[in-house]
């Protein structure tokens, strides 16, 4: 067993895990954040994605004991306030992206993950990013056109407000 | 029952106020009321019923004072968006204001059984949900509208014909005053049910045809939206299964001493289809199945060998077979041709690898249980967990999820993995959720059934197709239910006839004379096989398709004017085809590219694409454009048309180029993603879709987009390279994908 204690969604959590569990099962099943999915276990398909410090991490195999300390942030965590979206959220809504939307909460967790190192990202630049998200209903083209609307709301939602975006930044 | 009234030969309406104001519509009737529940709806006030009464009526629509609308819906949602296509029917009808309407999935019960399974079955396949529902849905929303018209006229002493209705008020125009529906609901539900509400006139259509966002986009971009895999109550264990590693192998000898060992661990359980290990979580139940050693029985399991069924079925492809489809005088046109051609045709297992896992959780206590799961067959599901359970209908409370994807493995008719769950409950009597790793999935069987298709033309001395032929040997995915009686035990339920389930042909639209298609639908206990999206028309049209592709070339003539030529009395074939060539510029692809065409028509909806491919030197394939052509008859929402074709490219794309499960002596080889791959985002070529309305009744469109992928593709290669595909996945041709 071991204490793990990190930040989730801008709240601390502190509890008792099996070491070597995987974040996610940590995230869903002890946490009850259910947005995160679990889809192949290893890795494979990124509808396990969450933001570590920023960075998009695959949580079914991350061990949760090497996240203490650290700020999570989950598909939960995105939206600034209850009742606004993140851009990349609107984005989605927008081009009405999701069809089961099972897989859509790693897809725009790594689309965010995207937009924040590349404000204006090209096909290719969205290829490289999205290309470990699986999506077997077949939204690829509707995500490639949400990530192109999600950079150009962005400028409009990062410029003329100094608030905070999200838990995480 | 005393309000219940007919409305059509196979639904009944039934009105009443709800607690607190409201209207409530419940629909009663079907087959049988022995399957039904009362669902639990969470604003049954209405009417005092007697339990008896509760449990043979389901709750249908409610109408609240503050007038939302909320509509169930008993198709499943697997991404197809049946939970927003079927309330915009009713709401249409209804003249509901759209902005205040939303879906809920319904009950298990039989007034929502699926009409295009002759209403015997909640079941959403063979792309029925909108082609069974639409005109049920139709006439319920007009009946509630006429209601509520009535309700206004003797409200207002009017004549109910002086009224209209708009966006979920009643308007009297030469009074000058409006009432809600809202606040009309509580009359209404007094007025008498009309037995033959009028139906608009399609012309007048508001909200079909128009394009609203999913109703649930939202809580699927949040992170809110409510899976199975997401269902969470009280005191609730997590089970994985460990499954034998041949189909039908049984657990022989168990040592689970290391399992029990593992922290979290309550207990290894051994059931028909494997050993459960229950634990407190996830993690726990899959280490404590890693540490499991089990001994298998395998005298009677199954051993299929992709190599030794291909030799099979490719000798079976000589022998005559189940006939189909038969016109005209095949062997004598064959006799009197010029020239007759052939070629074979190969297609492996193929696995659906849904998103979402397979899981199911069950609350069983001995005398009652409630299950959750995503399903496109909840009524067969929710039979055999009583049966496995020994409860009766009334017993159980099956709330079918939505799902996160489906492609027919949730339509499962033998409820694979609501029994194995229901095995697991039944010893454990405490409330678990069984959870399938991918690896589960991958391996777990009812696949898309390996198939050999074999087709042949004949050539008059004129240069015409004198006569066609075209073989099939695969997997018959439904003839265990049948072949078994599986379902004898089950009173008061019967299946459809067979033809409705297997709906084999492939509807080959050419103007040939002479035509013979034949079928060999083998039945193999062992080897668990079940429709996978299109199902046999992936297989069969490619064949069809690349073939008549290569008589064209053979008689010098341009792929797509041979099949409009073809296609003379097929007006709607031709439309789409027409329509195709045109949305894709037909003839001239950019620079260093080749196109490639297919057609067909099926689920009374007919489709047409072009796709666009380079191949490199060293055989390096890109996938540049797909562009698709359909008629679905009348779109209901055709932005979800358009959602469902794309999806349906993506998905033929992953079969077409990589999807391929190989069995070695029995043994299922790929596991993951890794050696199973699908289709990712660079792979995805620029997708265009373009739907050429022909005012026809609804067809199905949740596959339409699929069949005419690979030869399109196929067709494009031979553009290409001049190279014929005769088998799928192109991976096993050495192509390498860019």
């Known amino acids: 067993m071991a204490e793990l204690s990190f930040t989730l969604n801008g709240q601390t959590q502190a509890l008792t895990i099996d070491s070597g569990t995987p974040l996610l099962w940590v995230l869903r099943e002890q946490l009850a954040m259910t947005g995160t999915k679990f889809g192949c276990g290893m890795g494979l398909c990124g509808a396990c994605t969450v933001h570590l410090d920023g960075q998009p991490i695959r949580s079914c195999s991350y061990p949760a004991e090497f996240v203490n300390g650290k700020n999570i942030t989950t598909i939960e965590g995105l939206a600034p306030t209850e009742d606004t979206l993140h851009p990349v959220q609107q984005a989605w809504l927008e081009m009405s992206v999701p069809q089961c939307g099972y897989c859509q909460s790693g897809q725009i967790m790594s689309a965010v993950a995207l937009l924040k190192a590349n404000s204006s990202p090209s096909d290719d630049d969205i290829d490289k990013a999205m290309s470990g998200n699986i999506c077997r209903c077949g939204t690829y083209p509707r995500i490639r056109k949400a990530i192109h609307r999600a950079a150009e709301l962005s400028v409009q939602y990062y410029q003329p407000a100094t608030t905070e975006v999200g838990a995480e930044s | ?738």
Request: hydrophobic share 40%.
């Open chain 2, 1 to 738: 029952m005393s309000k219940l009234t007919t409305l059509s030969r196979r639904n009944f309406i039934r009105v009443s106020v709800m607690a607190g104001g409201g209207l409530l519509v419940a629909c009663g009737g079907g087959s049988s009321s022995s399957n039904n529940n009362t669902g639990t709806p969470p604003n049954n006030g209405g009417e005092p019923t007697s339990p008896a009464e509760a449990f043979q009526v389901g709750e249908f629509m409610r109408i609240s004072t503050d007038n939302k609308i909320t509509i169930l819906v008993g198709a499943a949602e697997i991404g197809q968006g049946a939970l927003t296509a079927i309330p915009m029917i009713v709401a249409e009808e209804l003249d509901a204001d759209w902005s205040q309407v939303s879906g809920e999935l319904s009950p298990v019960a039989a007034n929502f059984n699926n009409p295009y399974f002759q209403n015997l079955l909640q079941f959403t396949v063979a792309s029925s949900a909108i082609r069974g529902y639409f005109e049920g849905q139709r006439s319920v929303g007009a009946a509630v509208r006429q209601m509520l018209v009535s309700a206004a006229a003797k409200r207002w002493g009017v004549d109910a014909s002086s009224l209209r209705t708009e966006s979920s008020y009643v308007i009297d125009d030469i009074g000058g005053r409006r009432a809600s529906y809202g606040e009309l609901s509580s009359e209404a539900a007094q007025e008498r049910v009309p037995s033959n509400p009028s139906l608009k006139n399609p012309a007048d259509y508001r909200i079909i045809g128009s394009s609203p966002q999913r109703l649930d986009a939202a809580a699927k971009t949040d992170g809110s939206f409510q899976y199975g895999i997401d269902v969470d109550i009280p005191g609730m264990l997590t089970a994985v299964i460990a499954r034998p590693p041949r189909f039908n192998g049984q657990a022989l000898n168990v040592d689970d001493n290391a399992a029990l060992a593992v922290p979290g661990v309550r207990g290894v359980y051994t059931i028909l289809g494997g050993v459960a290990v229950v634990a407190d979580d996830f993690w726990a139940a899959d280490k404590g199945r890693k540490a499991l050693q089990i001994q298998w029985n395998e005298l009677l399991a199954g051993r299929t060998d992709s190599d030794t069924q291909r030799n099979a079925y490719n000798f079976r492809l000589n022998l005559p077979g189940v006939p189909i489809r038969s016109d005209g005088l095949v062997l004598l046109a064959q006799t009197l041709a010029s020239e007759t051609v052939s070629a074979d045709y190969y297609f492996p297992f193929m696995a659906h690898a849904a998103m979402e896992p397979l899981n199911v959780v069950v609350d069983y206590d001995g005398s009652s249980a409630e299950i959750w799961t995503g399903t496109q067959s909840a009524t067969l599901d929710k039979i055999f967990a009583g049966l496995i359970l020994g409860l009766l209908p009334n017993q159980i409370t099956f709330h079918a999820m939505p799902a996160g994807g489906g492609f027919g493995r949730r339509g499962n008719p033998l409820a694979d993995y609501v029994r194995d769950a229901c095995g697991v409950a039944k010893q454990l009597r405490q409330p678990v959720k069984v959870v399938w790793t991918r690896e589960d999935d991958m391996k777990g069987g009812y696949y898309r059934p390996a198939a050999a298709v074999r087709v042949s033309a004949s050539i008059d001395s004129a240069n015409n197709i004198s006569a066609w032929t075209h073989r099939s040997v695969t997997q018959d995915v439904t003839a265990l239910l049948y072949a078994e009686n599986l379902l004898d035990s089950l009173a008061d339920f019967t299946l459809p006839p067979l033809k409705e389930l297997t709906d084999f042909e492939t509807g080959m639209p050419y103007k040939i004379d002479n035509v013979l298609m034949d079928a060999h639908l083998t039945v193999n206990l062992n080897m668990p096989a079940l429709w996978m999206r299109s199902v046999n028309k992936f297989s069969d049209v490619f064949a069809q398709e690349t073939f008549i592709d290569e008589l064209a070339l053979k008689v010098n003539k341009n792929p797509y004017n041979f099949r409009r030529d073809l296609l003379s009395e097929k007006p709607r074939h031709r439309a789409v085809l027409d329509a195709v060539a045109d949305a894709a510029n037909w003839g001239f692809p950019s620079s260093g590219r080749s196109q490639g065409i297919a057609v067909m028509g099926h689920w009374n909806s007919f489709v047409a694409q072009v796709v666009e491919v380079s191949v490199s030197a060293n055989r390096e394939l890109t996938v540049h454009r797909v562009v698709s052509a359909v008629d679905c008859g009348t779109a209901v929402n055709p932005d979800l048309v358009i959602a469902q074709v794309e999806s349906a490219v993506v998905f033929a794309l992953s079969s077409i180029l990589f999807g391929e499960i190989l069995l070695e002596d029995g043994v299922v080889q790929q596991s993951n993603f890794d050696d199973y791959p699908v289709l990712r985002m660079h792979q995805t070529p620029a997708i265009e879709t373009v739907i050429v309305n022909s005012g026809n009744p609804v067809g199905g469109v949740g596959e339409l987009g699929v069949p005419c992928v690979g030869p399109a593709l196929a067709n494009a290669i031979f553009g290409a390279i001049g190279e014929r595909i005769r088998e799928l996945p192109l991976t096993r041709s050495n192509f390498k994908i860019a």
